[in-house]
Structure formats: C-alpha cells, structure tokens
C-alpha cells in the first residue's frame, strides 16, 4: 500500500461499533468515547529561552451515548448510590468495520461513573443518556495495522 494515499472506505466506522459493560452487551449504545489527557510540568534549561515539557501522568475520561431503553446506569449505579461504596467496572470498547484493515478493541479498567441521568425527556423525542466516567487503567486487545 502506498503510505501516501488513503483509500477511503478504509475510514473505519462508528456505525460497527460494540460494547459491554462488565461483560454485558449494551445494545442500546449509540457513541463511546475514551481519551487520555497528559499531564505534564514545565522543565528549564539553562541556555534555552524555550520552556520544555516533561510528561509526569495521565488520566483518563470518557462518556458512553445510549437511547434510553432501560434504567441499565441506576441499576448498574444502586449499591454505589444506596451504600455509598465506591463501584468499579470494565468497559470493552470493538470497532470493527468490515471494510476497514481490521478491528481495534481496548479493554478500560477501573472504570467509575461521574452522575446519573435520573430523568431527561422531551415530547417528540427518543430517549437519550450519556454516563460520564474516569478511568485508571487500559489495555489494546486488537489494534489496526497495515500491511
């Protein structure tokens, strides 16, 4: 394949996207975001007038879109709520457009939701959620490659 030039079915897409939430699927998903934000502090050095970064940490952050179909975030929430335990989970993101070089999945570790949408609706329209969430730890299990 020629680096320079991108075929474009080969752009992955959203639409083939899959997750489970502590090993459940959640068919009603619509949008997953995860992101790492690094943290960094500023480093001088003699003789440059430039201000350098060094990476010092990470954290993470992401939200899942879902139609409401179900009350899945205040059951999965209960005893978070109800017992003020501090509940962790996993998420399993799968992308996997058929006409793309191949699939990438990412396993996101110790997961902990932000809020919970009680109720949000209006007249003439589908039902909507997103979960906010941090995260400490991930792992690819499938990335992308060309050949």
């Not at 320079?4 to 639409?15: H, S």
């Not at 409401?68 to 059951?75: C, D, E, I, L």
Request: net charge negative; with cysteine.
């Amino acid at each position: 394949m020629n680096r320079n030039t991108i075929d474009a079915k080969r752009v992955i897409n959203g639409t083939h996207g899959e997750l489970w939430l502590d090993g459940e699927y959640v068919a009603e998903v619509t949008g997953f975001q995860a992101k790492i934000a690094l943290k960094k502090e500023p480093v001088t050095m003699c003789g440059d007038m430039a201000e350098k970064q060094k990476v010092v940490g990470w954290s993470g952050t992401g939200s899942i879109q879902m139609n409401k179909v179900y009350s899945r975030m205040a059951n999965k929430l209960a005893k978070v709520l109800s017992e003020g335990t501090d509940a962790r989970f996993i998420i399993i993101s799968k992308l996997a457009d058929p006409d793309s070089y191949g699939s990438e999945r990412v396993v996101i570790k110790d997961v902990s939701f932000d809020d919970l949408t009680l109720a949000d609706w209006a007249a003439n329209t589908p039902g909507k959620i997103e979960a906010p969430f941090t995260f400490s730890a991930y792992e690819f299990r499938d990335s992308i490659r060309v050949e």
